[in-house]
């Protein structure tokens, strides 16, 4: 694996050794000291045109308990914010020396066409509507470890799946593991076209809910009432929103997952994000283990990982 | 030889300018030759639909190195779309960029805009620039939004004796989009611009073109839709023609997976069956011309994000042998296409277009239809490289290109 631009690419035997690999980075998360030298001398670019606290926090913190060396370009704050060109950034980087790019960036395709101009590993953390591979990876790594296996599973995604590169990663991620996939949304929060995507659709929550093994809440971000793509939150609520009492329609073992961050009492109600059954944490503590795991197989070389 | 009145085998000779015989065996003591061996010689091709980018995005092209683009794909003729900084809505603008063209190897006329800055909002003085010459009117970049305006330039230019050229698109219901709306957009998380925003101004012009009994010409049409209203409207007499462009009958939207800005051009790479549709109404005679929509950028606007570069590709240099390759047509209809029926639409019939015969200005190509090439980005003519068919092995060039008499292009390669 040279890059990692999004889900299909992996297909399911990828998917499979990255949760593979993850479980050694669980255990080397819970020592004393979470640090091991795999990627000594390796280096490892944090170049984000997102402002994105979480997922750049959770691949630079992995890059460091694997003892990489980070160097961090955010938009505000360098070149980017002065005009210079994607590819002249790029080319700076890639001239200083580097083993591997994480890019979050507000246009699709742009960790393609970075894979394209430079040697580095790229590695997608985000890219506009598109895909976010890593974000699928750990929700599929804490499913697996509630569920055992994503086999067969029934997995509801429910919101803005048209504006959702974590929705389009996580359909593809959990299709090829074997779940059957319903997206939930109002018909203005789907894309155009479905053709060729391994689901089934839906617009009633209350009757998917009792059905599914785990239900998966999407952000609803605010402008997307200015689009003419939902008359009022209250009514997004009131249709697709995860309340308490739709909480109850589901099985007493079912998962509840969100990729964060949440608006509590829009998509989700902030005591269903408390239930024993939400792994939103969980999700958060397997994300740093698994930007482990991606970028050891990108950049590592076989070294020790008990070192 | 070829042109609108049949195929023929015949020497041509030139002098001052124009035709001076045609014929068996001609004997011209002194002339110069050009070998037209196995090769086709025939009007010069017009383009009805070229961005040379002058005044005022000179890194991108000039009208000197689109005119030798156009020369080297055989072109005689070419329109200048008005969308330059500024806009080409004054006899001003139109006699800098007729001056510009008058020492080029192509002729070079000039679309004027039908509003004031291509803004939409009030009629620009088209009596002034039809003085200078103009035939072709059009805010293309943009189809002019308000039907009240679209309705009055009709009215206004049918005293002209020119034409209005729409480029379709309705911008709220396209707003935001950077690709073909559909599976491929979906999947690849780009807003998409529906079939239907560009049909909607189709159906309105129609309209508009009944009620005012005005000329209409539809630039770049793309959808199967547009082409079933274009020929719908000609089925019942009315004065619209269309031209489409050849990016529109070669790929389809699945190019656009890896990102590739080459293949962000407006109106958009469609569907397999919008392309089979475009095919289709070219073999019926629905579409009246095959154009360009030649759209140079510079290389540091086209590597940005997808949804930040800008949309057009080159097409001068590639369009005649793409309409011989792709298209299941005899080379008669696909020289009609390119040449004579697209001069007959800019107002250029007698000067560009043929038909070859004495006395008739010596615009002339010369096509080997069998010469094999590849096209090289680097080796084309244009100042820019934004061609989506980098690599492709094509068939039939333009060996020679005869600009009033003078050989501007002899055995595939510009002489100035």
Known sequence: ?307 | MVDATGTRRADVLVAGGRVAAVGDDLDAPGAQVLDAGGCLVAPGLVDLHAHLREPGREEAETVETGARAAALGGYTAIVAMPNTEPAIDSAAVVRQVLDLGATAPCDVRVAGAITVGRAGKALAPMAEMAALGVRLFTDDGAGVQDARLMRRALEYASALDVTLAQHCEDEALAAGGHMHEGEWSSRLGLPGIPAEAEELMVARDIALCRLTGARAHFLHLSTAGSLELVAAAKAAGLPVTAEVAPHHFTLTHAEVAGYDPVYKVNPPLRTAADVAAVKAALAAGVVDAIATDHAPHAPEAKEAPFDQAPPGMLGLETALALALGELDLPVERVLALLSWQPAAIAGLAGEHGGPIAEGAAANLCVVDPAAAWVVEPDLLASRSRNTPYGGRKLRGRVRHTILRGEPVVIDFEAQR
């Open chain 1, 1 to 307: 694996m040279k890059h990692l631009l999004a889900v299909n690419d992996l297909g399911a035997e990828g998917i499979e050794e990255v949760l593979r690999v993850t479980d050694s980075f669980v255990e080397v998360s819970s020592r004393a000291i979470p640090k091991v030298p795999a990627l000594r001398g390796k280096t490892v670019v944090s170049l984000f045109y997102e402002s994105s606290t979480r997922t750049r926090l959770s691949f630079e913190t992995a890059a460091r308990r694997l003892s990489a060396d980070i160097m961090t370009f955010t938009a505000p704050t360098s070149a980017i914010a002065k005009g210079e060109s994607l590819r002249d950034t790029v080319e700076t980087i890639q001239a200083m020396g580097i083993d591997a790019v994480v890019v979050r960036h507000g246009s699709a395709g742009v960790p393609q066409l970075i894979a394209s101009w430079i040697d580095a590993s790229v590695v997608n953390a985000g890219d506009g509507w598109h895909e976010h591979p890593t974000q699928a990876l750990l929700d599929c790594y804490t499913i697996r470890q509630r569920r055992g296996s994503l086999d067969a599973l029934r997995i509801a995604v429910v919101g803005d799946v048209k504006h959702s590169r974590v929705a389009r990663s996580d359909v593809a991620a959990f299709a090829l593991l074997g779940a059957d996939v319903t997206l939930v949304a109002p018909p203005t929060l789907l894309p155009p076209s479905l053709e060729g995507w391994p689901v089934t659709v839906s617009h009633d929550l209350d009757a998917v809910l009792p059905k599914v093994d785990v239900v998966y809440v999407l952000r609803l971000q605010n402008e997307r009432m200015k689009e003419a793509l939902l008359p009022s939150l209250r009514e997004y609520t009131a249709s697709y929103g995860l309340t308490r009492r739709r909480a109850d329609l589901l099985a007493d073992d079912a998962l509840v997952m969100h990729p964060g961050p949440m608006n509590r009492g829009v998509e989700i109600a902030a005591d269903v994000a408390a239930l024993e059954n939400s792994v939103i944490t969980t999700q958060v503590a397997n994300g740093v283990a698994v930007r482990m795991a991606v970028l050891y197989l990108l950049l590592g070389s076989g070294q020790d990982l008990a070192g």
